[in-house]
Protein backbone atom coordinates (compact mmCIF):
# COMPACT_ATOMS: atom_id res chain seq x y z
CA UNK A 1 0.00 0.00 0.00
CA UNK A 2 1.23 3.39 -0.81
CA UNK A 3 0.12 6.47 1.77
CA UNK A 4 1.03 9.69 0.94
CA UNK A 5 2.20 11.70 4.50
CA UNK A 6 1.24 15.54 4.02
CA UNK A 7 4.93 16.77 4.48
CA UNK A 8 8.31 17.50 3.47
CA UNK A 9 10.18 17.33 6.75
CA UNK A 10 12.43 14.45 6.50
CA UNK A 11 12.55 13.94 9.96
CA UNK A 12 9.32 13.02 10.50
CA UNK A 13 9.15 11.01 7.23
CA UNK A 14 11.91 8.80 8.56
CA UNK A 15 10.58 8.55 11.57
CA UNK A 16 7.23 7.50 10.71
CA UNK A 17 8.82 5.13 7.90
CA UNK A 18 10.40 3.35 10.91
CA UNK A 19 7.16 3.15 12.50
CA UNK A 20 4.98 1.52 9.47
CA UNK A 21 5.77 -1.96 8.18
CA UNK A 22 7.67 -2.69 5.20
CA UNK A 23 4.56 -3.44 3.48
CA UNK A 24 3.11 0.49 3.32
CA UNK A 25 5.53 2.84 1.21
CA UNK A 26 5.88 6.20 2.53
CA UNK A 27 5.51 8.79 -0.12
CA UNK A 28 6.75 12.60 0.42
CA UNK A 29 4.86 15.52 -0.60
CA UNK A 30 7.63 15.88 -3.09
CA UNK A 31 7.13 12.16 -4.03
CA UNK A 32 3.99 13.68 -5.56
CA UNK A 33 5.28 16.56 -7.08
CA UNK A 34 3.13 19.05 -4.57
CA UNK A 35 5.62 21.77 -3.37
CA UNK A 36 2.69 24.08 -2.15
CA UNK A 37 2.99 25.48 1.35
CA UNK A 38 -0.29 24.11 2.56
CA UNK A 39 -1.78 26.58 4.30
CA UNK A 40 -2.00 25.58 8.38
CA UNK A 41 -4.85 28.11 9.64
CA UNK A 42 -6.98 26.19 11.57
CA UNK A 43 -6.77 27.48 15.74
CA UNK A 44 -6.72 23.21 16.90
CA UNK A 45 -3.89 20.81 16.37
CA UNK A 46 -6.70 18.54 14.69
CA UNK A 47 -8.17 21.32 12.51
CA UNK A 48 -4.67 21.72 10.98
CA UNK A 49 -3.80 17.86 10.30
CA UNK A 50 -7.60 17.87 8.90
CA UNK A 51 -6.70 20.96 6.81
CA UNK A 52 -3.12 19.43 5.07
CA UNK A 53 -4.94 15.69 4.62
CA UNK A 54 -8.10 17.58 2.72
CA UNK A 55 -5.53 19.77 0.76
CA UNK A 56 -3.81 16.72 -0.78
CA UNK A 57 -7.31 14.16 -0.85
CA UNK A 58 -8.74 16.92 -2.84
CA UNK A 59 -6.25 18.67 -4.81
CA UNK A 60 -4.26 15.16 -5.71
CA UNK A 61 -6.93 12.99 -5.28
CA UNK A 62 -4.41 10.34 -3.08
CA UNK A 63 -5.33 8.54 0.05
CA UNK A 64 -2.80 10.30 2.51
CA UNK A 65 -2.86 11.42 6.38
CA UNK A 66 -0.91 14.45 7.62
CA UNK A 67 -0.10 15.11 11.30
CA UNK A 68 0.10 18.34 13.49
CA UNK A 69 1.85 18.62 16.85
CA UNK A 70 2.54 21.03 19.50
CA UNK A 71 4.17 21.21 22.65
CA UNK A 72 1.59 22.35 25.76
CA UNK A 73 3.01 23.62 28.57
CA UNK A 74 0.89 23.66 31.70
CA UNK A 75 2.46 27.02 32.97
CA UNK A 76 1.64 28.94 29.33
CA UNK A 77 -2.17 27.78 29.16
CA UNK A 78 -1.33 25.41 26.64
CA UNK A 79 0.79 27.49 25.01
CA UNK A 80 2.65 27.36 22.43
CA UNK A 81 -0.22 24.59 21.14
CA UNK A 82 -1.08 25.14 17.56
CA UNK A 83 1.50 27.52 17.29
CA UNK A 84 4.37 25.37 18.55
CA UNK A 85 6.30 25.79 14.98
CA UNK A 86 6.64 29.60 14.99
CA UNK A 87 6.11 30.75 18.46
CA UNK A 88 8.84 32.79 18.32
CA UNK A 89 7.39 34.72 14.31
CA UNK A 90 8.48 34.52 11.21
CA UNK A 91 10.29 32.87 10.20
CA UNK A 92 10.29 29.33 11.58
CA UNK A 93 13.32 29.10 14.10
CA UNK A 94 13.46 26.11 16.83
CA UNK A 95 15.97 28.01 18.46
CA UNK A 96 14.22 31.38 19.01
CA UNK A 97 11.31 28.80 19.57
CA UNK A 98 13.04 27.26 22.40
CA UNK A 99 14.34 30.40 24.06
CA UNK A 100 10.91 32.12 23.81
CA UNK A 101 9.49 29.12 26.31
CA UNK A 102 12.31 28.82 28.71
CA UNK A 103 12.40 33.19 29.03
CA UNK A 104 8.22 32.73 29.61
CA UNK A 105 9.34 29.82 32.24
CA UNK A 106 11.15 32.25 33.99
CA UNK A 107 10.19 31.38 37.95
CA UNK A 108 7.55 29.28 37.24
CA UNK A 109 8.04 26.16 39.56
CA UNK A 110 5.35 24.18 37.03
CA UNK A 111 7.07 22.73 34.69
CA UNK A 112 4.39 19.86 33.36
CA UNK A 113 4.11 19.80 29.35
CA UNK A 114 2.75 17.34 26.71
CA UNK A 115 4.13 16.84 23.74
CA UNK A 116 0.73 16.37 21.37
CA UNK A 117 0.03 15.16 17.75
CA UNK A 118 -2.96 14.36 15.56
CA UNK A 119 -3.02 12.24 12.87
CA UNK A 120 -5.84 12.47 10.60
CA UNK A 121 -6.05 10.01 7.76
CA UNK A 122 -8.39 10.49 4.70
CA UNK A 123 -8.54 6.79 2.79
CA UNK A 124 -10.98 5.37 -0.02
CA UNK A 125 -13.57 8.34 1.32
CA UNK A 126 -13.42 8.11 4.85
CA UNK A 127 -11.41 10.30 7.37
CA UNK A 128 -10.10 8.95 10.97
CA UNK A 129 -8.52 11.06 13.67
CA UNK A 130 -5.44 9.32 15.71
CA UNK A 131 -3.97 11.30 18.91
CA UNK A 132 -0.83 11.06 21.05
CA UNK A 133 -0.12 12.72 23.72
CA UNK A 134 2.96 12.30 26.43
CA UNK A 135 3.50 13.78 29.24
CA UNK A 136 6.73 15.17 30.58
CA UNK A 137 8.22 18.36 32.07
CA UNK A 138 10.21 21.47 30.41
CA UNK A 139 14.18 21.77 31.51
CA UNK A 140 15.79 24.83 32.23
CA UNK A 141 18.26 24.85 29.56
CA UNK A 142 18.84 23.03 26.32
CA UNK A 143 20.22 19.32 25.79
CA UNK A 144 20.87 17.04 23.47
CA UNK A 145 21.73 17.13 19.50
CA UNK A 146 19.18 14.45 18.11
CA UNK A 147 15.51 15.18 17.24
CA UNK A 148 14.24 18.53 16.36
CA UNK A 149 11.80 21.17 17.33
CA UNK A 150 11.69 21.33 21.20
CA UNK A 151 13.17 18.24 22.12
CA UNK A 152 16.37 19.45 23.74
CA UNK A 153 14.42 21.04 26.73
CA UNK A 154 11.72 18.02 26.56
CA UNK A 155 12.00 14.83 29.23
CA UNK A 156 8.93 12.59 29.10
CA UNK A 157 7.23 11.51 32.18
CA UNK A 158 9.62 8.18 33.52
CA UNK A 159 13.01 9.18 31.67
CA UNK A 160 15.71 11.05 32.92
CA UNK A 161 16.85 12.52 29.51
CA UNK A 162 15.64 14.75 26.60
CA UNK A 163 13.87 13.99 23.17
CA UNK A 164 16.99 15.22 21.96
CA UNK A 165 19.25 13.25 24.03
CA UNK A 166 17.45 9.96 22.86
CA UNK A 167 17.90 8.12 19.78
CA UNK A 168 15.79 8.35 16.96
CA UNK A 169 14.33 4.74 17.03
CA UNK A 170 14.13 5.05 21.41
CA UNK A 171 11.89 8.59 20.65
CA UNK A 172 9.62 6.80 18.49
CA UNK A 173 9.10 4.03 20.38
CA UNK A 174 7.39 6.36 23.32
CA UNK A 175 6.63 10.02 21.48
CA UNK A 176 3.59 11.64 20.61
CA UNK A 177 3.83 10.65 16.97
CA UNK A 178 5.26 7.61 17.60
CA UNK A 179 1.63 6.51 19.86
CA UNK A 180 -0.88 7.82 17.44
CA UNK A 181 1.12 6.30 14.37
CA UNK A 182 0.86 3.13 16.57
CA UNK A 183 -2.80 4.08 16.35
CA UNK A 184 -2.77 4.46 12.77
CA UNK A 185 -0.96 0.76 11.52
CA UNK A 186 -3.34 -1.08 13.98
CA UNK A 187 -6.13 0.26 11.93
CA UNK A 188 -4.54 0.08 8.29
CA UNK A 189 -3.57 -3.32 9.29
CA UNK A 190 -6.79 -4.36 9.95
CA UNK A 191 -8.11 -3.04 6.69
Known amino acids: MQLVFASNNKNKIKEIQLLVPNSIQILSLEDIGCLDDIPETADTIEGNAILKANYVTDKFGFNCFADDSGLEVD ?6 GVYSARYA ?7 KNIEKVLENLTGTTNRKANFK ?3 CLNLDGEQHLFTGIINGRIIDEKIG ?3 FGY ?3 FVADGYEKTFAELSMEEKSSISHRGIAVKQLVKFLSNK
Open 145 to 147: TNG
Open 151 to 153: DPI
Open 75 to 80: ALNGAP
Open 89 to 95: GEPKDDN
Open 117 to 119: TVI
